[in-house]
């Protein structure tokens, strides 16, 4: 059982599941290797004080906990997309989820600078009906044309609740209807 698994319910299918895009650990990737590399300096250049070895060795381990940490958060974060609901699965220690009916995004839009369009990564950007939702925007996100695509299909395409909602008798019984406006 994969641990998204376990936050969905009996009738839904997961159509989209994946993690954010490596881009992400490049800015603590960054900040780690700068410490690893002061750390190293300390050990090799300053290594004949103890007191410096100490907390070049200490500066060591901790750049190198601290990516491990972040890349655990990475690889345990999953982007989930049902036929019903989105969700954002994170935490490492306390699992938090982020969730989101399908129904309630009225506007969905992805954006991809230079780099994400070079390197294969882009951001998401959900609306709901003037609300402010836990997962506005969510950033690098891998392959964003075929999550749109995906996205737009269960929001608008001809098999979607929306879609059925507004045709005659295509909504099913246990599905809320909105009556449709009069014709004048």
Do not use: C, N
């Not at 599941?17 to 090799?44: D, Q, Y």
């Not at 964003?144 to 609740?161: A, K, N, Q």
């Amino acid at each position: 059982m994969k641990d998204h698994d376990k936050y969905l319910i009996a009738s839904e299918r997961a159509v989209v599941v994946t993690r954010r895009h490596w881009v992400s650990l490049v800015k603590v990737g960054t900040g780690t290797a700068a410490f690893f590399l002061l750390g190293l300096l300390m050990v090799l250049y300053l290594g004949d004080e103890q007191f410096f070895a100490v907390v070049g060795v200490l500066a060591l381990l901790a750049s190198l906990g601290w990516f491990g940490f972040a890349w655990w958060f990475w690889a345990t974060e999953e982007f989930v997309i049902t036929d019903k609901r989105v969700l954002l699965v994170s935490g490492v220690i306390t699992r938090r989820v982020a969730i989101m009916p399908l129904t309630k995004v009225t506007d969905l839009t992805y954006e991809r600078s230079v780099l994400g369009r070079f390197l294969g990564y882009g951001a998401f950007v959900m609306e709901s009906a003037g609300q402010h939702q836990a997962m506005s925007r969510i950033e690098y996100l891998p392959r964003p044309d075929r999550l749109y695509h995906e996205v737009s299909t269960l929001l608008f395409g001809p098999d979607s609740m929306l879609y059925r909602r507004w045709q005659p008798g295509g909504a099913p019984s246990d599905y809320p209807t909105m009556p449709l406006p009069p014709v004048r």
